[in-house]
Nanobody, 124 residues
């Protein structure tokens, strides 16, 4: 079992930055691939990107590539989502998810474990 807890959300002005964290407990974090999703009100959950268990490989959705960066620190059992140049369309609840190997799939059902989400609100 893997428990995931997101943090770092909040209110930010357009053009600003936020870094979200996803801290894991339970089974060995370093053996699991991680992904980030978001869900805006009235919309489907959207894949943002993922990172391999070692951190050596990442994958991003085209619309956030270059603005968002995913990293991880296995010594701290934590994955990160650095978000830059935020705009109001980035307002959503952000989730981290994990799977033993998968981090590229854009489908929520592909992931075994989820955090509770953290709210990000970008004001114009």
């Amino acid at each position: 079992q893997v428990q995931l807890v997101e943090s770092g959300g909040g209110l930010v002005q357009a053009g600003g930055s936020l870094r979200l964290s996803c801290t894991a407990s339970g089974r060995i974090f370093s053996t699991y691939a991680m992904a980030w999703f978001r869900q805006a009100p009235g919309k489907e959950r959207e894949y943002l990107g993922g990172i391999s268990w070692s951190g050596s490989t990442t994958n991003y959705r085209d619309s956030v590539n270059g603005r968002f960066t995913i990293s991880r620190d296995n010594a701290k059992n934590t994955a990160y989502l650095q978000m830059n140049s935020l705009n109001p369309d980035d307002t959503a609840v952000y989730y981290c998810a994990s799977h033993p190997t998968n981090y590229r799939s854009p489908y929520s059902a592909s992931y075994d474990y989820w955090g509770q989400g953290t709210q990000v609100t970008v004001s114009s």
